[in-house]
């Protein structure tokens, strides 16, 4: 009698491999996960806001290189700012049966229909950057980001300590980032938090300059305008870019940023180092952009089937221009 073909050695040996990925591809369909096979390039499509600021253009440098250098295929979505690009490029991502989402949501809210979509598809969203509000928060497996409510605070307290001693009142104006972003929101709450530590600090004036240089330019004119023949003590910005452009605005009206009046920003690129070190800019509370190498590792962790941690924050300090000069050649972006 022969014996059945899958007894043959020669071929019974690729039967019995072909049948064991088929198990493991079925285990892994099982435990919900994608069949990911393991000799083939992951894809990675990630949902960028734009190109608003330095720290954007860093983060998107940064995500890049960290994806050529861990060999993922880049899917990679500009927004221009705007929220409904970057639903279509989720849409796009899930048509196109991408491995991993990632995701920097321009603004908190209205993400839970297509995160819906995309758990749906059975594909992972990992946010980066910025966190969102939904109260499902199993729409995502891991949030990678800094505390901003951390940095509002670091923010607020150099400038509690900066004028301890003082009587007068301390008057504030706030440029705040995007309407509706994390990064503006929670950089006010802190701020706003740290600075009750001393009643005569005020924040007289706030409006939203989106994050850009321009507009830190323009809402900085209109606030000196607003505010002729009054003192204004400080001026805190939530990223650098806007308090580049507004300590342009103080230049031209005849004050010196720095001295005049304090500014205190956040990010710590390089422009506000260079800035610190001409005396204009006091403080840089950092916000590192670097977060390509561990979206990568998250990519590849989720890949061999660990669980991620559900956030993972980022380490960042503060700098004053006294030490600008110093750290400026150490600047990464
Ligand atoms: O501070 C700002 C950028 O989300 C942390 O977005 C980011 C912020 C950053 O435009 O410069």
């Given at each position: ?246 300590i342009?605005?103080i ?5 010196k940023p720095g001295?005049?009046i304090?500014v ?16 204009k ?53």
């Amino acid at each position: 009698m022969h014996a059945p073909f899958w007894h043959v050695s020669g071929q019974a040996f690729f039967f019995e491999i072909h049948m064991q990925r088929r198990h493991a591809l079925a285990a892994l369909a099982a435990l919900g996960l994608p069949a990911w096979a393991a000799d083939r390039k992951l894809v990675l499509g990630f949902s960028q806001i734009g190109a608003e600021s330095a720290w954007r253009t860093a983060n998107s440098a940064s995500i890049k290189q960290a994806a050529k250098e861990a060999g993922i295929e880049l899917k990679f979505a500009d927004a221009q700012q705007k929220q409904e690009n970057q639903i279509k490029a989720l849409r796009a991502f899930i048509a196109q049966k991408v491995d991993v989402i990632a995701l920097s949501p321009v603004v908190e809210t209205g993400w839970g229909t297509v995160l819906r979509e995309a758990r749906a598809a059975g594909i992972p969203v990992i946010l980066t950057d910025r966190l969102v509000k939904e109260a499902d928060e199993g729409l995502w497996v891991t949030f990678m980001g800094s505390d901003f409510v951390e940095e509002g605070r670091r923010a607020g307290r150099w400038l509690v300590d900066k004028m301890k001693g003082g009587k007068d009142e301390v008057r504030i104006v706030e440029l705040q980032g995007t309407v509706g972003a994390a990064p503006a929101l929670d950089r006010r709450q802190g701020f706003e938090e740290a600075i009750k530590a001393d009643p005569r600090l005020k924040i007289v004036r706030s409006q939203t300059a989106d994050f850009s240089r321009a507009k830190g330019k323009e809402v900085m004119e209109a606030f000196l305008k607003a505010e002729a023949g009054r003192k204004i003590h400080a001026l805190y910005a939530h990223n650098d870019d806007m308090a580049l452009g507004a300590i342009q605005a103080i230049e031209e009206a005849g004050l010196k940023p720095g001295v005049d009046i304090l500014v205190i920003s956040i990010d710590g690129v390089k422009g506000a180092f260079q800035a610190m070190a001409a005396g204009k800019l006091n403080v840089t509370v950092e916000c590192s952009p670097l977060l390509g190498p561990p979206l990568m590792q998250a990519v590849k962790d989720l890949k061999a089937g660990k669980t991620l941690p559900r956030r993972v924050v980022t380490e960042e300090g503060v700098f004053t221009a006294d030490v600008a000069a110093r750290e400026l050649p150490r600047r990464q972006y």
